[in-house]
């Protein structure tokens, strides 16, 4: 019989978690050295871009397409198109973390630290609004969090219906519900905004 066992105790899952803590916090350390000798910790903040920005341009096809190009660039994927509104919106994405440097909706080092160590998602609104001349640019990013303590309908126990239901609209408790649960609004993602503003403005400055 092997000494070396693992006591019975400790789960071997537990241990693949820790090996992989500890490679995370190898990232991050890492990642804050290689950021302060690279920029200085001193660097002095850009300035603030506004929103929305304004761009040159006649043809709306044109504009629509650079945006949308924009867009896919952060790796978000397009829901819903309406250039009458002039609003696009993306789906829901999952937050980057330090090991997925090629995508950039985590903006900054604190936004992929959070990413890294819990579920972070955003989606984002940009708005294509004619002007005389051209055309203004707004976007808004969302962030939520994952509420991982939430119990959602498929839980044992959730399709269970209860003597009182005369304010609950969810009668079908397994399939689906009226909203979505599990996930808690954070706010705006400023940071996102700002890069995303700064592609658009450097897209059609060309």
Not at 63 to 82: L, T
């Amino acid at each position: 019989m092997s000494l070396l066992r693992t006591p019975h105790f400790i789960k071997q899952s537990d241990y693949r978690h820790l090996e992989m803590l500890c490679n995370l916090l190898k990232i991050i350390i890492l990642g804050v050295l290689c950021t302060g000798c690279a920029s200085g910790w001193n660097q002095a903040a850009p300035l603030p871009v506004s929103n929305p920005i304004q761009v040159s341009g006649t043809n709306q096809d044109v504009v629509w397409e650079r945006v949308v190009d924009i867009i896919h660039n952060y790796k978000f994927q397009i829901a819903r198109e309406n250039k009458l509104d002039g609003m696009i919106q993306t789906e829901y994405k999952v937050g980057s973390n330090f090991l997925e440097p090629w995508h950039a909706d985590s903006v900054g080092f604190d936004n992929k630290l959070e990413s890294s160590l819990q579920s972070i998602r955003r989606r984002v609104f940009v708005s294509v609004t004619p002007i005389e001349g051209g055309y203004l640019l707004g976007v808004e990013a969302f962030k939520e969090i994952e509420d991982v303590h939430t119990q959602t309908s498929s839980a044992p126990g959730g399709a269970t219906f209860e003597q009182d239901l005369s304010l609950r609209r969810d009668l079908n408790l397994v399939q689906e519900q009226a909203q979505p649960s599990g996930w808690i609004p954070r706010g705006r993602d400023p940071a996102l905004e700002q890069d995303m503003l700064e592609s658009l403005q450097a897209a059609f400055s060309n």
